[in-house]
């Protein structure tokens, strides 16, 4: 049977696909450290022949149903591409989130470098609720709750934090939210520590 040219491309697009929304799900759950495009085009394409080997079996189902059904074939061809790509990179980044394979080598007593490439970004990436205290370069401290509203830079060329709460101690140590203050930003030259505290 002679493949359209229209066919040749949109299967192409479907091999190719896979591979980077693998890689942008991944990185979303990881932070990853910058790569050339051509190492880029490597992983994508890597992670496209992992999927395809993982769905091989469901693409030849769908094969079955081309000559009969080829409007509801390519609608399913592109939503399970889609949602398969999907399942796969979301168990990928949760593997790598956990430490799952690093933590396995090391039962072995064998050592991996870690895959998230520093510390901030191992801190930042835990996507965890804490307390938090930023000392900044001129020593004054501030006092702030960092969760689902704050945020912390991924890229490794800046470096700045926003907290979406910010508080006060009085003289019993206890913390006392500012309520005028909807949040603070602070930049990375006037980051020195970030404290992150344990408890209620």
């Given at each position: 049977m002679l493949i359209e040219s229209f066919d040749v491309l949109f299967y192409t697009a479907i091999f190719v696909l896979p591979g980077f929304i693998i890689n942008e799900i991944v990185s979303a759950f990881n932070p990853t450290p910058k790569i050339s495009e051509g190492v880029l085009l490597l992983k994508c394409l890597l992670y496209s022949i992992l999927h395809c080997a993982l769905w091989s079996w469901m693409y030849k189902l769908l094969f079955t149903i081309e000559s009969k059904y080829p409007n509801t074939y390519w609608a399913l061809l592109v939503v399970t591409t889609i949602l398969a790509a999907s399942i796969v990179a979301v168990i990928m980044g949760l593997i790598q989130q956990k430490q799952i394979v690093r933590s396995i080598f090391s039962h072995f007593n064998l050592h991996i470098s870690h895959s998230i490439p520093n510390s901030w970004d191992y801190c930042f990436s835990k996507s965890e609720s804490s307390w938090v205290i930023v000392t900044l370069v001129d020593d004054k401290?501030?006092?702030?709750?960092?969760?689902?509203?704050?945020?912390?830079?991924?890229?490794?060329?800046?470096?700045?934090?926003?907290?979406?709460?910010?508080?006060?101690?009085?003289?019993?140590?206890?913390?006392?939210?500012?309520?005028?203050?909807?949040g603070i930003y602070i930049p990375k030259e006037q980051i020195k520590t970030i404290e992150f505290l344990k408890g209620n």
């Open positions: 401290m501030i006092y702030g709750w960092f969760s689902t509203k704050s945020f912390a830079s991924s890229d490794s060329d800046e470096r700045d934090i926003f907290i979406e709460r910010i508080y006060s101690i009085d003289d019993n140590n206890n913390w006392i939210e500012n309520k005028s203050i909807e």
